[in-house]
């Protein structure tokens, strides 16, 4: 698939997107130094939230209300945390005019009907559905309407529920797909990412899969992408110490161009399934040990483990044939250093 002007898939880079989400702390200038440093960073894309707070819940009482407790919002109502997270309109107007200005790819994650329509209207060139939103489907059907590339994550999702957000996608118009393995929980302990769902995947739903991590670190971002990710969603901060909603399970943005550097040589260490030397090994393959002569040996005199070894390089005869020239005679005098041929052996 191609999101903007950069085409995503195997044997590719991978397309890493720095996540903002809430760590612009609802200040324009803050937004703009993240999208800079971003950028500035290696990220492929930078990604901003949409949504309207009072479209996301209500502002009611009782225990579903609040964040669950022992999380990084724990005893925060929701709507609060929604409010204090969204970045205003203008704000976003503003940036996606300074990264087309800048040539700085800027997308957004649209959370409700209107902001899908506020996102058209500043030139939104990619849709990102979050995966508190897959089973949304009118959204997504909204979404995949506008014909931009379309992004599905997929946390806490069985199979059945992204089958259905697939095929709503698809029939709302979305011809370019992809899927984005996803633990939703924040941070997400590295042992419940299981990446080894990212093939299966790409197999099932026949569309590019990738990886929107919420783990601490970049490895399980890096084994993603050995394991066929071409999309590396991850959130970034200016600093974890910060005031940022999201900042304590960000990166910094030296960690963001560690990652970008390490996904980047992951994709490339994948290769092809072959078995074999490869071209730069060709060389060092001289450097094997193969049989010599390392004690005088006269013509006649039999091969014995004291005037036969084998040593490096490998201009005679490989170390396997140890045995089977051990007790032959020398067809001729050799002195020590000869790496052995068969035409040596009678």
């Known amino acids: 698939m191609r999101l903007g002007q950069v085409e995503v898939g195997l044997g590719r880079k ?28 290696g990220a492929s894309a930078v990604k901003l939230q949409t949504f309207v707070p009072d ?25 609060d945390l929604y409010r204090r997270s969204a970045l205003p309109l203008e704000a976003q ?8 200005a800048k040539g700085i790819l800027l997308f957004s994650a649209p959370f409700d009907e209107p902001s899908v329509e506020f996102l058209e209207s500043v030139g939104n060139p990619i849709y990102k559905i979050a995966s508190f939103e897959l089973v949304h489907l009118p959204l997504i059907a909204k979404a995949a309407a506008t014909g931009k590339p379309l992004i599905l994550s997929t946390g806490m999702a069985t199979e059945a529920e992204i089958r259905e957000a697939v095929d709503a996608a698809r029939a709302g118009g979305a011809k370019e797909l992809a899927l984005l393995k996803c633990t939703s929980t924040y941070p997400a302990p590295a042992s419940e990412s299981n990446l080894a769902a990212i093939p299966r995947m790409r197999a099932m739903f026949h569309c590019e899969v990738g990886l929107s991590d919420h783990t601490l670190g970049i490895g399980s971002a890096v084994a993603a992408v050995a394991l066929g990710a071409t999309i590396v969603e991850k959130h970034v901060t200016l600093s974890r110490a910060g005031d940022g909603i999201d ?7 030296d960690e963001l161009a560690q990652l970008v550097r390490e996904t980047a040589r992951a994709a490339e260490c994948i290769g092809k399934p072959e078995i074999g030397p490869t071209e730069s090994e060709m060389p060092a393959r001289e450097r094997r040990r193969s049989l010599y002569v390392v004690a005088e040996v006269r013509k006649g005199d039999a091969f014995t483990a004291q005037n036969v070894g084998a040593r490096r390089p490998a201009l005679g005869l490989a170390p396997k044939h140890y045995a089977a020239v051990l007790g032959r005679r020398a067809a001729r005098d050799l002195p020590a250093g000869t790496p052995l041929s068969w035409d040596d052996c009678l």
Not at 247 to 253: D, G, Q, V
Request: hydrophobic share 50%; charged share 15%.
């Open 55 to 79: 479209l996301m819940t209500l502002d009611a009482e009782g225990p579903a209300f609040y964040a669950n407790p022992g999380g990084p919002w724990s005893g925060q109502k929701l709507i």
């Open 93 to 100: 107007r503003e940036l996606f005019r300074h990264c087309a």
């Open 247 to 253: 900042a304590a399970f960000s990166l910094e943005l």
């Open 14 to 41: 991978p397309f890493v997107v720095a996540e903002i989400s809430g760590n612009h702390a609802q200040s324009l200038a803050k937004a703009l130094e993240l999208v800079e440093g971003a950028w500035t960073a």
